[in-house]
């Protein structure tokens, strides 16, 4: 079953007189439980590409049918709800409220879909330790190594069990060592089950995933399978 399946969609910026087509024709189709890295230089379209993916934009033209519903025509409000049931995210920056603990920033999401306190902390402490934190509940970010922090994150995104992790640039921010440990997570993660979307600008941790998409000028350049799948242990 394909979780994502986009026909030419297109994004056009108009800016005055200025006109940039962000993103000219792409149709692209991903499997439910797929691990696709999207890669390209800047400018090549991988923001815009994925914050239509993760229902944050929608496009110019085209169509892009998320998990068997089509989103793109969806009103914003339409959208907020499809994306918080659907996509889980993890940023370069991590993105944690810094004066809330562990346990609180992985419960946010949690409150938005209405559970009580008390299930949110059984689910959040749950998704603490399937990214081995439990023991760092209480802590606050700045209390944290940066590759803990990623993992609270990580953990943030899937605490609400959406279809799809999609990640940019999710160690961008991380020393090499820290890096291969965030990719053990997704190892993990993916052979949960998992449709896993990153987009990176480093090769090798692009060979973490099973599928390598180029893109260059708004259009696929490479969608290739990954026949060397680099393991993080
Ligand atoms: P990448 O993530 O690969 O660096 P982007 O998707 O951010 O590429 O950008 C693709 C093109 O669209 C670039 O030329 C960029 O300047 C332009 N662009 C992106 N976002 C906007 C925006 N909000 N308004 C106008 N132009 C934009
Ligand atoms: P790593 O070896 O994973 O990069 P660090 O060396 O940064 O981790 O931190 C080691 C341990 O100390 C971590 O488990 C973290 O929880 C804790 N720690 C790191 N920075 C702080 C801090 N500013 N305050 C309290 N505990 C911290």
């Not at 399946?5 to 800016?15: A, L, N, P, Q």
């Not at 007189?17 to 696709?36: C, H, M, N």
């Not at 992790?165 to 990719?183: F, R, V």
Request: net charge neutral; aromatic share 6%.
């Amino acid at each position: 079953m394909n979780i994502i399946e986009t026909t030419d969609i297109s994004k056009r910026y108009v800016m005055g007189s200025e006109v940039i087509d962000a993103l000219k024709s792409i149709t692209i189709a991903v499997r439910k439980g797929e691990y696709v890295a999207f890669m390209g230089p800047s400018g090549s379209g991988k923001s815009t590409l994925m914050n239509i993916i993760g229902c944050l934009d929608t496009p110019t033209a085209g169509r892009y049918v998320l998990n068997g519903q089509d989103v793109s025509n969806m009103s914003e409000n339409e959208l907020a709800e499809v994306r918080n049931k659907e996509i889980g995210f993890v940023f370069q920056t991590f993105n944690l409220l810094p004066r809330q603990s562990s346990l609180e920033n992985v419960a946010l999401p949690l409150i938005y879909a209405g559970y009580n306190k008390a299930d949110r902390t059984e689910k959040a402490m749950l998704a603490l330790k399937n990214v081995g934190l439990e023991n760092r509940a209480g802590h606050k970010p700045n209390e944290l190594s940066g590759g803990q922090r990623q993992r609270v994150a990580v953990a943030r995104a899937l605490v609400n069990d959406p279809s799809i992790l999609l990640a940019d640039e999710p160690t961008g921010n991380l020393d090499s060592k820290t890096s291969y440990e965030i990719m053990d997570l997704f190892d993990q993660i993916h052979s949960k089950g998992n449709t896993v979307i990153m987009v990176t600008h480093e090769e090798d941790i692009a060979q973490y995933a099973h599928r390598v998409v180029r893109l260059r000028d708004g259009l696929i350049e490479t969608d290739i399978r990954n026949t060397n799948i680099r393991k993080a242990k």
